[in-house]
């Protein structure tokens, strides 16, 4: 459990491009050498600490708060954490998640489309049943 903590928080230290020292300094009560060890697995933050390392480092408090949990028997050699656990999303990002739940079918199959490359059905009849659509919600 300490050893996969420790693997997130160094991850999400380095890619944030904080030094040990500098990630110590903006969580309360853990010095650099005791982030090390935090690193390493020889040591275990706190929650508010885990807290702290999240907001600094820019990953979700929910990742590294999983990764602090026990350990669950594991099923068939499965590891519970990837490396998406630490991924960061800009606002754009989360302002495209939102709207893409939101949406309808239709409109989420012309959107990947879209960003695939591919180019969308700008037909008279698709724009026109876009615009009914639109219309009939109002």
């Known amino acids: 459990m300490g050893k996969k903590l420790g693997a997130l928080i160094r991850t999400a230290r380095t890619d944030a491009g904080l030094t040990q020292e500098q990630l110590a300094k903006k969580v309360s009560e853990l ?3 005791e982030l ?10 706190t929650t508010d600490q885990l ?3 999240a907001k600094a480092t820019g990953v979700t408090q929910k990742s590294l708060l999983d990764a602090a949990k026990p350990a669950k028997t594991a099923s068939a050699g499965k590891s519970s954490a990837s490396s998406k656990d630490t991924m960061k999303v800009s606002a754009a990002e989360r302002k495209l998640v939102e709207l893409y739940r939101q949406a309808d079918a239709d409109t989420r199959k012309a959107a990947l489309k879209t960003l695939q490359g591919e180019k969308p059905d700008f037909s008279p009849e698709g724009l026109l049943g876009a615009a009914i659509d639109v219309l009939m919600k109002k």
């Open 31 to 33: 010095s650099a050498s």
């Open 36 to 45: 090390s060890k935090v690193e390493r697995g020889e040591k275990e933050p």
């Open 51 to 53: 807290k702290q390392i």
